[in-house]
């Protein structure tokens, strides 16, 4: 088990460092000037001189990069182009926005999506199977930021339950701010769950053909406490592959719903960065998210020994 921890541990560190890398490659090589862009087009050669000098970005790129990755592993994540503000800063505002959409939005799709993949397979060929799978089918198949405006025209323009955009901070207390997030993690999480469970429906049919299953019901377990017993704790491996890779992509992949429910998360605030060409602050995100789905995959795997106890002795294959 040690031994599996460290080699997971060090693999993790090297895809971290190669995914900086790439991250800082890929910006280096794109094409204009953040300093051009941030004094404008008509700027003096002498004023771009001195910006570039304060920005740091008159010193090679090989300097640039391991300096990058010593601040960053030191907590210093740099100061924002145009913010003028210290990154870390900017990222733990919006942070308070993004992870608890994210979470709040997995915890929707878990709750919708592991009892309705369990019934359609319990269910296997039948009218509530059939019906379960093809509501999930249109769940994958309908875009999230569709929905999101569906959602606005329903809940906050035709029932004024809820609010249609903004984000109304936790200073007010927990549901003043969950308020806001309801909607938006309702959009996210509706195709995830969809998605959940036609793989949770799988993963239980599967295990509903093993021999312990056999075994158990030929004993004398009812098919329900068999299903419930030994058939979904052992279905869960692949629920939980998907789950981590939901949460990853729940919390990188909200820039279009951050921009339809105009959220100040951190889909907004890399969008904004990108767009004027705040190469630090996409930096360090793009870092940030990117070291968030590979911590989240190592959670995955160490979650793997502790579902199957089969895994304890050989590890995840």
């Not at 999930?136 to 198949?141: E, F, H, I, M, P």
């Not at 207390?173 to 429906?201: D, M």
């Amino acid at each position: 088990m040690l031994r599996f921890l460290a080699g997971r541990l060090l693999a993790l560190a090297l895809t971290l460092l190669a995914a900086a890398a790439l991250i800082f490659l890929v910006l280096e090589v794109l094409p204009g000037d953040p300093a051009a862009l941030i004094l404008g087009v008509n700027a003096r050669p002498d004023t771009l001189a001195t910006l570039h000098h304060q920005l740091g970005l008159d010193r090679p790129a090989a300097l640039r990069f391991p300096l990058w990755i010593f601040g960053l592993l030191r907590g210093d994540f740099g100061e924002s182009y145009t913010y003028h503000a210290p990154v870390a800063g900017l990222i733990a505002d919006r942070v308070m926005v993004s992870l608890p959409l994210a979470l709040l939005a997995l915890a929707l799709s878990t709750t919708l999506a592991i009892p309705v993949g369990v019934f359609a397979a319990a269910r296997r060929r039948r009218i509530g199977d059939t019906l379960a799978m093809a509501v999930a089918q249109l769940g994958v198949a309908v875009p999230n930021f569709w929905l999101g405006l569906l959602l606005i025209l329903l809940f906050a323009v035709k029932l004024a339950w809820l609010p249609a955009s903004g984000f109304g901070g936790w200073s007010g207390g927990i549901w003043h701010g969950l308020r806001s997030l309801i909607l938006p993690a309702l959009a996210l999480a509706l195709p995830q769950a969809a998605i959940l469970a036609r793989v949770t429906r799988s993963a239980v049919l599967e295990t509903l053909g093993e021999d312990y299953l056999r075994t158990a019901l030929a004993k004398g377990l009812s098919r329900n406490a068999a299903l419930w017993r030994h058939a979904v704790p052992n279905a869960l491996i692949p629920v939980f592959t998907i789950l981590g890779l939901q949460f990853s992509f729940l919390l990188a992949g909200t820039i279009i719903i951050e921009n339809v429910f105009t959220l100040p998360g951190l889909g907004r605030l890399i969008f904004q960065a990108i767009a004027g060409r705040d190469l630090i602050v996409v930096q360090d995100l793009v870092v940030l998210l990117a070291g968030s789905v590979i911590v989240v995959n190592f959670a995955v795997d160490i979650a793997y020994v502790l579902v199957d106890p089969r895994l304890r002795q050989s590890g995840p294959r």
